[in-house]
């Protein structure tokens, strides 16, 4: 079975730009939750997506949003990109229907903001 | 709100010595603790789930436990060898209810081991 995929793997942009990332779950999942990883923080939560809703959100300015396709598929999206946002985004997808669940990680989008 | 925390940032043990990592939480007693582990430039790697009525977990050379009136739990990895150095993250279901997916993490333990 192909893992959670994400591209692109890494991206540079520059302050005031809007990215998008992509992530395609593990067949099968329902579930896609978003992470942002930066050495400073660790992994903080962004949002969730079950059946293309959002089920949680994390604590991230409004700059932050997503969405899930009827395939389960995810993207997230930044705009007015700032320097501060530089950092390892990754994410996860489960079955979604109960929590206690293992989450799996993709390899992640790398942003570089300059 | 929930704050998992993984006091050391660092640890390096001997090849085929017991490593012990912590994680202390600071809230509500969550309804499991979950072990991460994280290779450089991968993402987590699922390990380990342990669920609040249960003391212990066990998968191989690792063990997980679960102590409610500490607020803590401990992860050991037993008979350990380099293959294991790595990143380790604990994480707690997080959200109101603790519904959904959403976990909050710790910021990790980098374990070395030489040989």
């Known amino acids: 079975k192909a893992g959670v995929t994400q591209t692109p793997r890494y991206l540079i942009k520059t302050r005031g730009q809007q990215v998008t990332l992509s992530c395609s779950p593990i067949?099968?999942?329902?579930?896609v939750s978003w992470y942002q990883q930066t050495p400073g923080q660790g992994l903080q939560f962004l949002f969730e997506y079950f059946s293309e809703t959002q089920r949680n959100k994390g604590n991230f300015p409004g700059r932050f949003s997503g969405r899930q396709f009827s395939n389960s598929r995810s993207e997230m999206n930044v705009s007015t990109l700032e320097l501060g946002d530089s950092a390892l985004y990754l994410c996860?997808?489960?079955?979604?229907?109960?929590?206690?669940?293992?989450?799996?990680f993709g390899p992640g989008t790398r942003l570089l903001v300059l | 709100s929930q704050k998992i925390e993984q006091n050391s940032e660092a640890l390096n043990i001997q090849e085929g010595k017991t490593a012990t990592l912590t994680c202390n939480y600071t809230n509500y007693s969550p309804a499991y603790l979950q072990w991460y582990r994280q290779d450089p430039g991968r993402g987590p790697v699922f390990l380990l789930l342990i669920r609040e009525n249960e003391k212990e977990k066990r998968k191989e050379r690792l063990k997980v436990t679960f102590d409610t009136t500490l607020k803590q739990s401990l992860f050991h990895i037993t008979a350990s060898q380099p293959a294991d150095s790595a990143t380790y993250l604990c994480a707690s279901p997080g959200g109101a209810n603790q519904a959904g997916t959403a976990l909050i993490f710790g910021k990790g333990t980098t374990l070395s081991v030489s040989s």
């Open positions: 067949s099968g999942h329902r579930s």
């Open positions: 996860a997808s489960s079955l979604g229907a109960v929590y206690q669940e293992t989450q799996y």
